[in-house]
């Protein structure tokens, strides 16, 4: 069941509170949560709450005032890290639905119809969620995953990396949605042109603004950082604008979809180490510093994902990231480079087993292999 948009006004006991879409005051709501009462709803009343996403799936239908309400305005616990294994299927499910709707945004562009917004917050509340349990699976997946549609793979990339980053930097929960809405709407007015592959970015924002002005509930915020999200630091790019002027979700985007285009499967393609270096030389005139290393940091120096060739020879998936050994990741090997042969998978950690290291990143397709046959 698709999430729905509610009025404050209209929120009834018993309804399971996905976001706050939009607000006024000083509210901060960092997690999901049921409201049972009535006192519970006019308490987000009263701080500012006017409209909300709920999941109708989980409502309760005959809420207990003797249960108290779930915490949904207060700070957020972080949840214990899903395994690997585990997370797979979810984020599986996640990045699927995320391309369907993604698919349907960008016809309905195409066809000069009205953007569908409730679909876009579900997807971006899923995109937020699997991230929250285990950002390398669905890091992995989207890397990994080739689209016969580059500006469709390119806006879900972009989405993944933002809900990865926002996540990394602890940020409220919904504003971490309205960051990966962001990256998912950022380039939609690209739809309208057959050649939107020639069309550069700053060229292609009055057309993204121009669709999204048709969605009247679209957060201010949001169309926002699309409009600045090619201007830079000293004062070039589009728009011209002062430094101090460019929103922080605005160079938070900026960064997500300059790495993203130099990694795309799309050649040219640079390797996640070329990327980083060369996005590193664009600062400080054009992208911010502190958050680009940030990015990199919350990525991985070696992304899951990204196949590499050990110093034995070896080749290896990328699977999980290790936050204090950036440079020793949890790996899967299955190829020889040498010998030409594959070998027995084995998921090997490089920081206990310290005999093999990483000695370049490579591009699997110069071995006539497919990663999607090694996940």
Known sequence: ???????????????????????SGDIVVKHAGWVRTKQAIDILRKKGVKIVLIDPAKAITNPSPAI?????????????????????????KTLQQTQRVQRQMLDA??????????????????????????????????????????????????????????????????????????????????????????????????????????????AGEVSLWISQHCAHLDGSGVPKIAARQIEKGSRMLAIVNSYEKLTASQAPKLGPLAASRQLLERTPHQLDAELLQLFIKCIGIYPPGSVVKLSSGKLALVLENNAKKPLLPKV??????????HIPPKILDLWRQQEEQIDSCVDLKKFGLDVKNYI
């Open 332 to 341: 899967k090997v299955f190829y020889h480079s040498v010998h030409q042969h």
């Open 1 to 23: 069941m698709a999430y729905q948009e509610v009025n404050i006004s209209d929120l009834q006991p018993g309804s399971y509170v996905v976001q706050v879409l939009q607000q």
């Open 109 to 218: 562009v195409r066809n000069d119809n009205n953007i569908d917004l409730t679909l876009v917050h579900e997807v971006s509340a899923g995109l937020a969620e699997s991230i929250s349990r285990n950002q390398d699976v669905l890091l992995c997946l989207n890397r990994i995953a080739e689209q016969s549609d580059t500006l469709l793979q390119h806006s879900i990339s972009c989405a993944v990396y933002m809900a990865a980053f926002a996540r990394y930097l602890n940020l409220p929960s919904h504003k971490v949605q309205s960051l990966i809405t962001a990256a998912l709407l950022h380039d939609i007015g690209k739809a309208i042109s057959p050649d939107y592959l020639q069309m550069a970015d700053h060229l292609a924002i009055p057309a993204s603004l121009n669709a999204l002005q048709k969605t009247a509930k679209l």
């Open 68 to 92: 108290p309400d779930e915490p949904i305005a207060t700070a957020e616990e972080l949840s214990p890290r899903v395994l690997f294994a585990d997370e797979w299927p979810r984020a599986e």
